[in-house]
């Protein structure tokens, strides 16, 4: 079979697309070759991360793949997807800090599709839990999951944080159980245009060898924050807080943040980071997350966290900017016409490409609808794949 020669430098350009474009090879036994592999992004080609954070390993070991050019530094691959494999224990280690939901970002459409449900897959990821630029794994529990549980019809799906990795030393484990759909079932599509009110805001403050000061810092930025937002710790805002009329009905909110430090037993470095999520009204979900640093007040963290939730919730949207490109490959699996109201701040540019790349893999059609009030809408009519799909095409041939 022909390959599908994909720009590894268009749009955004990074990462994302050489995970989305193994992901949905891999599912529609489609071989591709990536070509100019961050070409924008110096130094060029695979990083460490990439070569194992993208898990194309990985992928390759659970589509049975031939994968050719995975070296560091590398501007070309190329993966020639053979059967998923059944339900198994699969293992990936990203060496460095490298972050372990972009691991996963790889491989959990696959595990998914295997052939059969029982016994599910399990998959042990070693790195960096808690890194920039990628999901928090705070974010992947608490935000990405239930959202994908809840709207596209996933059911099994627990991630449990063993150890926590910080940059730059790593040294975190995720264990991730997936029950892969049943015979012939589809992902459901799903329609999410109101934003609604919060119904509540939770979070995790978590930090490992450094005082507990750190943890209460970075909940203490969080909760002032928001609570200047109108949104209270524990109790809704009443006539004695002096917020407008219409603020009350919109923020009747509870906020919980815990402070959790990890046990030295359990963290290879020290470090810190929280994450916050809410849940709205009619089933969206928005995030609001930092890392700590060195030279950096841990109240600034924490308010740095409630400053991108916040922002999140106001530009109208009924997922955050993250949710939107992770969503997207989803969209164009499921079965029917999926839409989402995304914020004012439009669509993203790993959005936009996770959108270009799965109309070209997937022939699924999306569109773009700029809303009067400055929302966006993504609509996509997804191909309802299935495991079997592709066993049926390969019986016709
Ligand atoms: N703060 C955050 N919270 C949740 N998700 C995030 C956050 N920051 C980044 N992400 C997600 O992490 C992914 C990052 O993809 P990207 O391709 O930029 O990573 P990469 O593989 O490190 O790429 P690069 O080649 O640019 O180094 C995206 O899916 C994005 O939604």
């Known amino acids: 079979m022909t390959s599908i020669l994909i720009d590894g430098s268009f749009l955004e350009g990074g990462g994302q697309i050489l995970r989305n474009a193994v992901s949905l090879s891999a599912l529609l036994s489609k071989p591709v070759s990536i070509r100019k592999i961050r070409n924008n992004r110096t130094p060029p080609g695979l990083k460490n991360q990439h070569r194992t954070g993208i898990c194309l ?22 993966f020639v997807p053979g059967r998923i494999g059944l339900p198994n224990c699969y293992h990936a280690d990203s060496v460095t800090a490298g972050s372990i ?13 295997s052939p059969t449900r029982v016994p599910p897959s399990t998959l042990t990821l070693l790195g960096g839990t808690n890194a920039t630029m990628a999901p928090q794994a705070d974010y992947t529990k608490h935000v990405f999951f239930p959202f994908i549980q809840r709207h596209f019809g996933v059911e099994k799906l627990s991630l449990d944080i063993r150890k ?30 109101e934003q ?38 524990g109790k809704t805002p009443g006539d004695d807080v002096s917020f407008p009329a219409h603020w009350k009905a919109r923020h009747d909110t509870l906020v919980s943040i815990e402070s959790r430090r990890e046990p030295n037993s359990l963290t290879v470095g020290a470090g810190s980071g929280i994450v916050l999520w809410a849940e709205l009204e009619h089933g969206g979900m928005i995030g609001g997350s930092a890392v700590g ?39 164009a699996l499921a079965e029917g016409t999926s839409e989402v109201r995304c914020g004012s701040a439009g669509l993203s540019l790993h959005t936009r490409t996770a959108i270009w790349l799965a109309e070209q893999l997937t022939g699924a059609k999306f569109e773009i609808t700029h809303e009067s009030d400055g929302t966006v809408v993504v609509r996509c009519d997804g191909i309802g794949y299935t495991a079997t799909s592709i066993s049926h095409l390969e019986n016709a041939s």
Not at 57 to 75: D, F, Y
Not at 101 to 113: K, R
Not at 166 to 193: A, H
Not at 313 to 330: A, K, P, T
């Open 57 to 78: 390993e990985l992928a390759a070991t659970i589509a049975n793949a031939r994968l050719t050019g995975a070296k560091n530094g590398s501007c070309e691959i190329d």
């Open 101 to 113: 939901t972009l691991l996963l970002q790889v491989s959990l459409p696959l595990l998914l599709f």
């Open 164 to 193: 926590r990795g910080y940059f730059p030393k790593g040294g975190g484990e995720v264990s991730v159980t997936v029950i892969p759909f049943s015979d012939g079932q589809k992902l459901r599509s799903f329609s999410l245009m």
């Open 196 to 233: 609604g009110k919060i119904k509540w805001i939770t979070g995790i403050s978590h930090y490992a060898g450094l005082p507990a000061a750190v943890g209460n810092g970075m909940a203490a930025g969080a909760k002032r924050r928001l609570a200047a937002a109108g949104f209270v710790e």
């Open 293 to 331: 640093a060195k030279g950096k007040e841990p109240e600034n963290v924490g308010e740095e966290a409630a400053e991108e939730l916040i922002r999140g919730f106001e530009e109208g949207g009924c997922v955050d900017e993250w949710l939107q490109d992770q969503i997207i490959i989803l969209m």
